[in-house]
């Protein structure tokens, strides 16, 4: 699938790269690094995000803007699911690169590898199908993503080849300690406020830890809607704990789920249960409703897979 992909690619001159709401660092490093080798091939090029980027993710110039109509090819990249990007309609022929297990295939071409770490190693490989040239802000989009899906080389998904690739990425230009610091080390006050409020009214049942945080909440702490983002993580490394949870209200009528679970995966089917989906152990899913009437339903659902495994 990946020859097939490269095919296109070479065969097409105007594309649109598309990547999921609430991006992380895999869904910009992959999308920003596909975006910047069609800039190299002399493609024109745009790129959708349905939510702001995050600005500790730009860790490079953004790619310059191609104003043009009607891309022939949409690539999707880290979307496993066409709710993954809220309201936006591709308008070209969709061509799906991604490593969610849940990802069911859709689109007109779908390359999707679950033994992946991120969708990042994946454009990695398709940029040396291609022959690519992998500049240094290449290298360095790639690596973040790899960094960031593997949750900074901790998670099983670090594999071999992950650092074989990230030992090439960092021959290119990719800096280790300038990605690590800025996914890392880069907190705002206001997300350790959020943090405590999480741990005041974490509930722990079993092997299950779960908080949540509410739309009240963000608004006393005049917080934006990334400022919560990796409160998940902090969560998930308490001892002892299989399965963590953590709601926020999007809005006043969406909440988000991040689930974890470390050894088994009971954070994909908690959050199949709910809808959404993700990989084995780390999981989400978006849902009408409150976060904190919508917590003890996850709790519930969660033991049931946690007593299971
Ligand atoms: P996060 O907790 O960081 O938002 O998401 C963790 C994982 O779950 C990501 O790989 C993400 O793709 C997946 N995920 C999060 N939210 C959703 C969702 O609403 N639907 C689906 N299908 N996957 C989600
Ligand atoms: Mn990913």
Redesign the pocket.
Known sequence: MKATIADIIRKNGRFEIIT?A?P?A??IGSAYALYMALHVMNKEVRFICPTPIPEHLLLTPAPEENLFSAPEISLLV?V??M??IGDIRPEGMVVVIDH?K?NQGFGFVSWVCPNKSSASEMVYELLIELDIEITSPIATNIYMGIFG?TGGFVHTNTTARVFEIANRLTLKGADPSHVANQLRKNKSTTYYKILCLAMERIRICDSICASYITLDDLDKLRAGPNDA?GI?EDLSSLAGVELSI?LRDVNTHQV?????SRDGIS?RLT?QAF?????DR?????LEGRAEGLVGDVIKEGLKWVRMG
Do not use: E, N, V
């Not at 988000?256 to 974890?260: G, K, L, N, P, V």
């Not at 809808?275 to 990989?279: A, D, I, L, V």
């Open positions: 999921h609430w992380d895999d869904a880290d496993s699911d709710g993954m969610h849940t899906d983002s998940i953590f988000h789920c991040s689930i974890r954070a959050a809808g959404g989906g993700g990989h780390a999981a989400g899913f978006t």
